[in-house]
């Protein structure tokens, strides 16, 4: 039983390649019958002739590799393309930077460990980008003798 001009005129009218089309082995007799597009089209309308589903690609590797990053896996050199300042802005970093310093400053405002202008100064140095980090106020602070003695 040659069917092969119904599959050619059935994948034309699926919009798909001959390979795709699928029939139902049940009613081959009914398809050898159907000799015109409209007596096809009646056919699919009936599910005897179908589209086979396409082969897609698969997600799971992706999705595996999403949780890795998340958890702060490969994320090493060999991963990242463009500069340093493409990932994280330099405006950004500075702003991470300066938050921590002036936060670290208030801090020991608080606690009374140092006054008001000492403040002052620390806050007007680390704007002007003196302090590399907070550890480095900390040295700056030994060094100047800026720390208030404790009142016993």
């Known amino acids: 039983m040659r069917l092969s001009s119904q599959k050619g005129i059935s994948a034309k009218i699926l919009k ?13 007799d009914e398809i050898k019958e159907a000799i015109t597009r409209s007596d096809l089209r009646g056919l699919i309308a009936k599910k005897v002739i179908q589209k086979k ?25 060999g991963t990242r393309k463009g500069k340093s300042s493409a990932r994280l802005s330099k405006k ?16 020991l405002k608080t606690k009374e460990l140092i006054d008001v202008s000492t403040y002052r100064l620390l806050y007007r140095r680390s704007k ?8 480095h106020i900390k040295l700056y602070l030994t060094e100047q003798k800026l720390f208030k003695e404790k009142k016993k």
């Open 16 to 28: 798909v390649g001959t390979g795709k089309v699928w029939f139902d082995n049940t009613r081959l």
């Open 53 to 77: 589903a396409g082969k897609g690609t698969s997600r799971v590797r992706a999705r595996k590799r999403i949780v890795q990053r998340r958890k702060g896996r490969q994320k090493g050199q």
């Open 92 to 107: 950004e970093n500075w702003m991470n930077v300066i938050r921590g310093q002036r936060k670290f400053i208030r801090e």
């Open 128 to 135: 002007g980008g003196y302090f590399r980090n907070k550890r």
